[in-house]
């Protein structure tokens, strides 16, 4: 359903939890999240001030009502050892190296004053090359991948850890299993 709108996002989602991680079926070490919370809707006094804050002011045409956005930027993403999963990463050591993280974003579109490609882009990197300072206008969902497995068949558990702006932080736990010989 489309409407007309001064900016492009339609909701912005609060960073009050974060599901999964839902583990996806092609063999790989990859898990999907989704940040989940309160929706702050177009019109209200808190979209129009997160829409200012964002630079999304001067879409002025029709938008899909449904577009949303995470609130909060990202500041970090972080990945670490509960258990000795590798030679290279004992319990407690971080997994950032061999962790790859994929989300979508409008910020490219809103500050090309909605000139580019058309709304979400793709960005994807390892969490040890993921550039530094705030990710914003992201979507909810969040894809992460461990090239490497674990060095023993039993099970290995992960931490996530999502930091958002307002030292607000998300963390899930999920367990990873070499794939047997």
């Not at 930027?73 to 950032?96: F, Q």
């Not at 409008?106 to 882009?121: D, H, L, Q, R």
Request: proline share 4%; hydrophobic share 30%.
């Amino acid at each position: 359903m489309m409407k007309y709108q001064e900016s492009f996002i339609s909701i912005y989602i609060e960073t009050d939890y974060l599901d999964g991680p839902l583990k996806e079926d092609d063999g790989s070490h990859s898990f999907h999240f989704e940040v989940g919370g309160k929706h702050i809707s177009y019109g209200s006094p808190e979209h129009k001030a997160l829409s200012e804050k964002y630079g999304d002011t001067h879409y002025n045409r029709l938008a899909d009502i449904f577009k949303a956005a995470l609130s909060r930027p990202l500041l970090s993403v972080d990945t670490e050892a509960l258990d000795d999963y590798d030679e290279a990463h004992p319990a407690g050591s971080s997994l950032n190296d061999i962790a790859i993280l994929h989300y979508t974003t409008c910020e490219p579109f809103v500050a090309s004053g909605y000139t580019t490609e058309y709304g979400f882009t793709r960005e994807e990197y390892r969490l040890s090359e993921m550039p530094a300072g705030e990710k914003i206008l992201l979507g909810w969902s969040f894809g992460l991948r461990l090239d490497r497995e674990p060095s023993t068949i039993e099970e290995h558990k992960v931490r996530v850890t999502f930091s958002f702006e307002g030292d607000r932080k998300l963390t899930q736990t999920f367990t990873v299993k070499a794939k047997q010989q």
